[in-house]
């Protein structure tokens, strides 16, 4: 056996002593870390099935737990373990059944038992409580015993709790139940029903119908961390359950979230967003009367501009997003680009961003907003330019837009604008020049619809040419340079004045006071002229620039990664090139 069984078998055989220390009521356990390494050792035995592990310790886990059930003082951390590892052993219907008979699993899993002892106050104990059930909820008898004691109300109460944990936990409980106990369609004229052994069909419809009352209520709630809280159980749901549940439980929620979608209130954008996009996953988005559609349009234009934009960014991930909802959101993530650039706004529905447009001007003349919403909106369209899943993608306009842009971020003003209070936020804002320089060279997919390679090399040699150009935007321009020269023809005029600009540009910056900038020019030497093997007029300039001189100079920099990178182009450069006249 390798070590680490060895040693799993080591603290297993210590377990009699353990047990015997853990069920004394006067110890103080100040850390509970060995307690759960101790639940890992025993869940692997029952996932590898070690019947003759579990028979042989079985007896001495069982004693420890009925000591547990009759003491009238335990330590909170002590309890917790005591209610995980009998759920943990009761997932086994073996053991399950050993433990019913014992009682244990009656006082374990009903708090009424042990409220005396004012333990549920405890976090930690009320965490444990929910961890022993979803161990053991794993088979027909286990459901019987959950619906028995009547659980289901106890967890619906821990929805609300402090604890993100415990709420976390309770609503991936509820989905499991929903789905151990809903019948099994397999077409629209035959369903197998569960095992005769799990609740029947009144109590399946008397379950569903509490847990849909409870999201229902709660989404009508005047508590804004009640609200929150139903929208994670609704997605929950919505994710994993199947059908009919997830279409009972849109129909019973879609009235509710279409008042919470006109509440002015940011803090339900992402909740509703994830409730969305579960929907947007599942049959119930191709039903009639679903107003699934209906209600992303909502979200689209009843938020703030930033939220809708984040919105917009979700719809556009979504697979089978209808092709109206798509122009819509296209036109939302790509405003506050268009607008700041005084851009032509060439939107699908111009009329209906007219609350955007009325709140973009006061919103971009503030710093904090300007910078998070234009990133905001750079971001999804170099997401969605990629994976090409804006409607229609205006590809000319928006290259021009964001050239406009990287121009404004280094100091100039390529245009008359009315737009004046954003031009300070933007200079130097090295988060919308990275941004920015990633949307361009996302936009080299569509080589074919660009007509603007000259004024994208330019301004990508503009910040080349820039001293204050942080380290990050160097290496993205890099980058951006080498995805832009891949569709530029090498015989043209504009390649040959890049190339000959960049070697000169980077002779420089392989003498940059910072280690970066000459790590990073290195490595983009490197790429280039990996890039460009055999091309004879690249070889020329490269001959001609002087720069293999250079690259030897770097072999004797102070920083390692510049030295090892200078090797690394040099071997490049010997893969590629015959250089030995160039070295003598």
Known sequence: PSSYQTMESDCLNLLPSVCEVLADSKLLLHDDTSLEKLLDCLKDLIVQNDRQSLIQYLPYLLQFLQKITK????????????LKLAGLLASTEHSFILLQERGVLEYMFQPDRWHVL??????????????????????????????????????????????LFIMSLSSQILAHILNSITPVVLSNFTKIETPNCCPNSTEFDSVTKEIMTHVATSLASKEQAVIIQALKLLATILTQCREPLKSMFWKHAVEPLEALAN????????????????????????????????LMDLMLFSRCTIESVKFAGSILQMENCPEVLKCKATDVVLLPLLYATASP??????????VHISQLEKQLSQKAFCVCLLTQSLYNIAEHVCKKSLAHIPVQLIASSVIRLLKICIGHRPFASPNVD???HLIGCYKIQQCSIDLLGNLTVYA????????????????LQCPDSQTTVLKKTHHTILKWLSICSPSSDIWNTVIHELFQLMKKHVCDGRWEVRDSTLEFITQLIANLKGNGKYNETLHSSDMISVLFTSLSDPEDYVQASAVAALGQVVAAYDVCNNVQ
């Open 71 to 82: 003491s009238q003082t335990v330590e909170p951390s002590i309890f917790s373990f005591s």
């Open 118 to 163: 004012e333990l549920w106050q405890n976090s930690s104990v009320r965490y444990g409580w929910l961890q022993g059930l979803w161990n053991m909820l794993q088979h027909p008898p286990s459901i019987n015993l959950f619906f028995k004691n009547g659980s289901i109300k106890m967890i619906l109460h821990l929805q609300n709790d402090k604890g």
């Open 263 to 294: 509440v002015k209130d940011g803090s339900f954008t992402l909740p509703i967003t994830a409730v969305l996009q579960a929907v947007a996953r599942s049959p119930v988005l191709f039903q009639p009367d679903c107003r699934v559609e209906t």
């Open 345 to 354: 706004l060439q939107l699908h529905e111009l009329d209906k961003l007219n």
């Open 422 to 424: 954003v031009f300070p």
């Open 448 to 463: 074919e619809s660009i007509d603007l390679l000259q004024e994208a090399f330019t301004v990508l040699l503009q910040y």
